[in-house]
């Protein structure tokens, strides 16, 4: 099946750190999506991101969908503590069978005041 | 808008008995939903597709006499985890999607439910 690599697994930083992750495949995606999800909680869509080479903001988050539609990253700047959670990429292929998403393993964000 | 929600929130049962667990779209109708389920710090999985009055499509290697799932509605799915056991413990999720609305193509997840079996 379709695998995406998602790095880093986790990361610690000082709150007001920007924050970088990213999602890689051998596979081509129509849509790139990243979630967030807290613990004990469904995920929550973030971004969308629908063309290759999008660059799409939502706040402090920044996606981009590679040109290549193999990869897709997420910048968030200025941490703040309550950025603390999983994200998780995930990458969407349409076919006559109908649309599926395959996640990532998920990065696991601390944020330190 | 775009909510969707689950019940219960967590469920604790013996072995060998069946769990419902309901997945509602609140404010708008889902022609298909999703069931996930998701280990202790590991990736969402996907289990089935079900688009509402058809059968559900399961993944490979998700048993369907196990996890029976019924879309009767535009706004409820349910998944029912027959004759538990300890092994299906997880988080389950679903999610609902409605690609007829402009712009909302997307998958809304539910907040998830969590299932022990004892």
């Known amino acids: 099946g379709q695998q995406l690599n998602q790095s880093p697994q986790s990361m610690f930083i000082q709150e007001g750190e920007d924050v970088s992750m990213n999602c890689t495949s051998s596979?081509?995606?129509?849509?790139w999506l990243w979630y967030k999800q807290d613990p004990g909680e469904g995920p929550v869509l973030l971004i969308a991101?629908?063309?290759?080479?999008e660059l799409t903001s939502n706040g402090r988050l920044t996606a981009q969908f590679g040109i290549t539609r193999k990869d897709s990253f997420l910048n968030i700047s200025a941490s703040i503590p309550s950025d603390v959670g999983i994200y998780f990429c995930?990458?969407?292929?349409?076919?006559?069978?109908?649309?599926?998403?395959?996640f990532g393993e998920g990065t696991q964000l601390t944020v330190n005041p | 808008g775009a909510v969707v929600s689950q019940h219960p929130s967590w469920v604790i049962c013996k072995s060998g008995t069946s769990v419902k667990i309901e997945c509602r779209s609140l404010?708008?109708?889902?022609?298909?939903m999703f069931w996930y389920r998701q280990f202790p710090k590991q990736s969402l999985m996907l289990m089935a597709t079900?688009?509402?009055?058809?059968?559900?499509?399961?993944e490979q290697g998700v048993e369907k006499d196990k996890f029976l799932i019924n879309h009767a509605s535009l706004t409820l799915s349910t998944l029912t985890v027959t004759s538990a056991h300890p092994e299906d413990s997880s988080f389950y999720i679903c999610?609902?999607?409605?690609?007829?609305?402009?712009?909302?193509?997307?998958?809304?997840f539910g907040p998830g439910t969590r299932l022990t079996v004892l």
């Open positions: 404010d708008f109708q889902a022609t298909t």
């Open positions: 991101l629908y063309k290759a080479g």
């Open positions: 596979s081509i995606f129509n849509t």
């Open positions: 079900s688009n509402e009055g058809s059968k559900a499509t399961y």
């Open positions: 999610s609902a999607r409605d690609p007829r609305l402009a712009g909302r193509n997307e998958q809304f």
């Open positions: 995930a990458g969407r292929q349409t076919s006559t069978s109908g649309s599926r998403l395959t």
